[in-house]
């Protein structure tokens, strides 16, 4: 745990939540998707023949930034895993615990988004955030192959069914991402604070930590305090 002066006089506790390397990470996997979906979006509802804003910035045709893009996020989806297995590891493994306390999390959580009044949990996401690492995933991993094979493949009946998977994997993961992006964006009372875990050094304030990551912070950060000699 970290001490940081937020005032004159005023000491406050700072955690890190996330490792630079995950941080960089993420921030890749997310300014690639919310480019797919920009251009996606775009060309789904059928502006093919008109230039998007991004376009004509980049001064590139709307499907060429989306190919090009989509390449980026498969590079990024294949070296992630391989450069930051342990952190893999971690989040398979934490994503697909459950506990017999999640049901109380989820019956109060409509609440603690207005009062930041959570169950306590033990893991190292809440409940909520396990089950939409694991939709996300499985969404955005079926875009990613749909799309490969759509570049691979010149029609044909597979290409027509990968068309097909390609835009309700869109459809799919459009408001998980929209959630997601609203909750991390510390907007809703419950969760003010929380960009800073993936933003800014990584480093939140650890009431916040508390608040949202009970059981991580106490088996990260709480029993590496050093204890006071009597």
């Known amino acids: ?23 960089w990470f993420h921030a890749g996997v997310y300014l690639t998707t919310l480019l797919l979906l920009a251009t996606g979006w775009w060309l789904l509802l059928g502006q093919e023949g008109r230039p998007s804003p991004l376009s004509r910035l980049l ?35 934490e994503s697909v615990r459950f506990r017999t306390g999640d049901t109380r999390w989820f019956l109060r959580w409509p609440s603690g988004v207005v009062t930041g009044r959570f169950t306590r949990h033990e893991g190292h996401f809440d409940p909520g955030q396990r089950i939409v690492n694991l939709l996300m995933a499985a969404g955005i991993f079926a875009l990613i192959g749909s799309g490969v094979g759509l570049v691979v493949l010149h029609g044909g009946p597979a290409f027509a069914v990968l ?21 991390a964006a510390g907007v809703l009372p419950g969760y003010r604070g929380v960009w800073r875990s993936m933003h800014m050094g990584g480093r939140l304030d650890a009431r916040v930590a508390r608040r949202l990551w009970p059981g991580w912070l106490e088996r990260t950060h709480d029993r590496s305090e050093p204890r006071s000699r009597r």
């Open 1 to 23: 745990m970290v001490t940081d002066r937020a005032a004159p006089g005023v000491r406050r506790d700072v955690v890190e939540r996330y490792t630079r390397r995950t941080r």
């Open 59 to 93: 001064h590139m045709p709307d499907t060429t930034v989306h190919k090009d893009v989509g390449w980026a996020l498969v590079a990024l989806a294949v070296a992630g895993p391989v450069l930051g297995i342990r952190a893999t590891r971690t989040f398979i493994a």
């Open 163 to 183: 068309a097909r998977v390609h835009k309700w994997a869109t459809y799919f993961c459009t408001p998980l991402i929209a959630a997601h992006i609203l909750i």
